[in-house]
């Protein structure tokens, strides 16, 4: 996907200013949610525009979390207000015991990450408003052909940049996210902690 798509594909779901997804590998939806401080019970079925258009009901002081299967093996946790998943302390949970957590998210303020855990370690992290300086993790630099490979080069926009993390995301996981992926039924769940 290039940065004209995956722009089309947030903008049509409500997602372009803000975003925060997480590809787990190995964990169903409810252990995902679990590991994010969400109720199971909690779980109702929703597409994308269903949770848009019920969210003024929902309460204000509760991250939203939309999870649902993609690709063979990965579970996409998608948050509209939160960033619950960005949090190094539950991608570490998210990919321990061998699993594999990818997280991309951006604020309305381009605070912005790409952050790679592999079995309860963050393995790097990067900004996206920055790529090339401020990495973290215990190998910083340990996704820097597969970033060249999808098309991290100097000068992009944060658009271009995004795109090459979708499409980093879906290097790693073997799915790609697309519209059809909004456009399907997934659960959302209630987590327990405010809103940052």
């Known amino acids: 996907m290039n940065a004209r798509d995956v722009a089309d594909m947030l903008e049509g779901v409500g997602l372009f200013e803000q975003f925060c997804g997480t ?49 063979d093996a990965h579970t996409l946790v998608v948050e509209p207000q939160s960033y619950l998943g960005a949090e190094p302390d539950r991608l570490r949970s998210l990919s321990s015991g061998g699993g594999q957590a990818i997280n991309i998210y951006w604020t309305v303020n381009l605070d912005s990450g790409l952050t790679l855990a592999r079995d309860g370690a963050i393995v790097t992290a990067l900004s996206l408003t920055a790529p090339h300086i401020d990495r973290e993790g215990i190998d910083p630099g340990y996704l820097d052909q597969d970033l060249e490979a999808a098309g991290l080069a100097p000068g992009q926009d ?21 519209g059809n992926w909004f456009g399907l039924p997934h659960r959302q769940y209630l987590a327990t902690r405010r809103r940052r």
């Not at 269903?50 to 002081?61: F, I, K, S, T």
């Open 158 to 178: 944060f658009n271009a940049r995004v795109a090459v993390a979708f499409s980093l995301a879906g290097r790693l996981s073997g799915a790609i996210v697309n």
């Open 23 to 71: 590809w787990v590998r190995g964990l169903h939806s409810d252990d995902v949610a679990r590991a994010l401080g969400a109720d199971p019970s909690s779980a109702v079925l929703r597409t994308i525009h269903e949770l848009n258009a019920e969210r003024w009901r929902l309460p204000g002081d509760q991250p939203i979390l939309l999870i649902g299967p993609i690709g």
